[in-house]
C-alpha cells in the first residue's frame, strides 16, 4: 500500500491476515476520522493482491470514500490498482442528506438493497464502511440495524478508547460475530468541521460538473418526499381557500386520506395550519415553500428504487406538472422513482440548507 502513504500499525496487519481467514462480511465503524475508509483501502489492498474481488459498500453519506455524498454506493474492487482511481458506482442507494439523522430508513434499506446487489456478484469479500456517527440515540439505532441486517462476519472496530462499545454491546450475544478492535493509526488526522464541509462541497462540484438541465413529468414517476405527488390535485377554488386561510400564496395543494399538502410562494402563516387541518378533515397538513424546494437534492432512481443519479431541484412548472433539475444523467427514460431529500446544494457544491 505504499503507493496510497498508508502507514499500516502491525495490529492492522494482523487483523487483515485474521479477516483474510475466515471471509466477510465486515463492517467497519469507528468515529469521525478514525481511519475507517483508510482501513478499507488497505484491507481491499490485502484481498485484490490475492486476485480476490472485494464489493465495497460506502454506507457513509458524508464522507463517503465512492460515489458522491447523500448516497450510499457500491463498487467493486478486482485489482490493487483500481484503488488509485475513481471508481464509478456499480450502484447507489439515494439518502437525500450528508447526515443520516433524520434518514435512519434510507440508510437502513439503502444498506439492504446493496448487500443484496453485492452478494449477487459472489465476491471474494464484502466490505461495508459505515459512517462517523457513533453517539446519540441516531447513532445506536443506525448501528445496531446496520449490523442486525447485515449480519457480518467481522466488525472492525477502530477505537482509541471505548468510543464504540457502546454500539457493540447489544451484539455482545449475536450468533458468529467476530469483533476486532485496533486502534486509530498515529498518522490518523480528524478533520475539522470546516474541512469536512470543504471535501463534501468538493465532491458534490466534481459529481455536477457538466451537468444539464432536464425536465421530468410527475406522472412518469412515483414521488417520495414530503407528499408532492401522493394526492388528489386540489382545483382553482381550493387553492384560493387555502390561500385564505394560512394568508400566503398557494400555488399547488393535493389531498389523500391523511394528508394536505401545499406548496406556497413567499411567506404564511403557520398558525392557521390547523384550520387548514380542521376543514379539510386531515391528520396532517404539510407546507414547504417554493424557495426551500429550489436546489434540493433528489434521486434519480430507476425501477427498483436504486439511484441512476443525483439530481439538484430547480423549478416546479405547476402547469405542465413537471419538475425542472440539474443532473449529469443523460437518459432520463430510466428514471422511475424521485426521492426528495432534505438538503439544498448548488451545482457548485455549496450547502444551502436544508427544508
Ligand atoms: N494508517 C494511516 N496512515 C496514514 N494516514 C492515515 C492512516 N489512517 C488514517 N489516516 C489519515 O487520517 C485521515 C482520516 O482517515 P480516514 O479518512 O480513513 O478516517 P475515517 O474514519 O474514514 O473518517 P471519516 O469519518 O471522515 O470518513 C485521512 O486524512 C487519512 O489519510
Ligand atoms: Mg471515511
Known amino acids: 500500500m505504499e503507493d496510497l502513504k498508508i502507514k499500516i500499525p502491525p495490529e492492522w496487519k494482523r487483523s487483515v491476515e485474521e479477516i483474510d481467514g475466515h471471509g466477510g ?44 455524498p447523500a448516497a450510499l454506493s457500491l463498487a467493486v474492487y478486482a485489482e490493487p490498482k483500481d484503488l488509485l482511481k475513481e471508481r464509478k458506482a456499480l450502484a447507489m442507494s439515494f439518502v437525500g442528506d450528508t447526515s443520516p439523522a433524520g434518514h435512519l ?3 437502513i434499506t439503502g ?21 462517523g456517527l457513533v453517539n446519540g440515540a441516531a447513532a445506536r439505532d443506525l448501528m445496531f440495524h446496520e449490523i ?25 450475544h449475536r450468533a458468529g460475530l467476530l469483533v476486532i478492535r485496533i486502534s486509530p493509526s498515529p498518522d490518523g488526522k480528524i478533520l475539522s468541521r470546516d474541512a469536512r464541509r470543504v471535501a463534501r462541497e468538493r465532491r458534490f462540484k ?38 385564505q386561510i394560512v394568508q400566503g400564496i398557494v400555488v ?17 402563516e403557520g398558525e392557521e395550519l390547523y384550520t387548514a387541518r380542521e376543514q ?34 430547480r423549478d416546479i412548472d405547476l ?21 426528495i431529500g432534505t438538503l439544498r446544494v448548488n451545482p457548485a457544491g455549496s450547502e444551502l440548507g436544508r427544508w
Open 25 to 68: 462480511p465486515v463492517l467497519v465503524m469507528g468515529a469521525q476520522g478514525s481511519g475507517k475508509s483508510t482501513f478499507c483501502q488497505f484491507l481491499t489492498g490485502h484481498f485484490t493482491r490475492q486476485g480476490k474481488v472485494v464489493a465495497w459498500i460506502d454506507a457513509d453519506p458524508g464522507q463517503p470514500f465512492l460515489g458522491p
Open 105 to 107: 430508513l434510507e440508510m
Open 111 to 131: 444498506l439492504q438493497k446493496l448487500y443484496r446487489r453485492a452478494a449477487a456478484l459472489d465476491p471474494g469479500l464484502i466490505l461495508v464502511n459505515t459512517c
Open 148 to 172: 442486525d441486517g447485515l449480519s457480518p462476519q467481522y466488525i472492525v472496530a477502530l477505537e482509541s478508547g471505548k468510543e464504540v462499545e457502546h454500539l457493540l454491546a447489544p451484539h455482545s
Open 206 to 243: 466534481e459529481y455536477f460538473r457538466g451537468a444539464g438541465f432536464h425536465d421530468l413529468a410527475l406522472s412518469d414517476v412515483g414521488v417520495h418526499g414530503p407528499g408532492l405527488g401522493t394526492g388528489e390535485r386540489l382545483g382553482f377554488w381550493d387553492v384560493n381557500r387555502l390561500s
Open 252 to 268: 399547488h395543494a393535493e389531498i389523500s386520506a391523511d394528508a394536505l399538502f401545499m406548496l406556497v410562494n413567499g411567506e404564511y
Open 280 to 313: 379539510y378533515k386531515v391528520r396532517e397538513v404539510t407546507v414547504l415553500k417554493q424557495s426551500e424546494m429550489d436546489h434540493l437534492l433528489v434521486g434519480l432512481n430507476d425501477e427498483k428504487n436504486l439511484c441512476l443519479a443525483l439530481g439538484i431541484m
Open 319 to 339: 402547469r405542465d406538472q413537471s419538475i425542472r433539475l440539474i443532473s449529469p444523467l443523460r437518459d432520463m427514460a430510466r428514471v422511475r422513482h424521485l426521492s
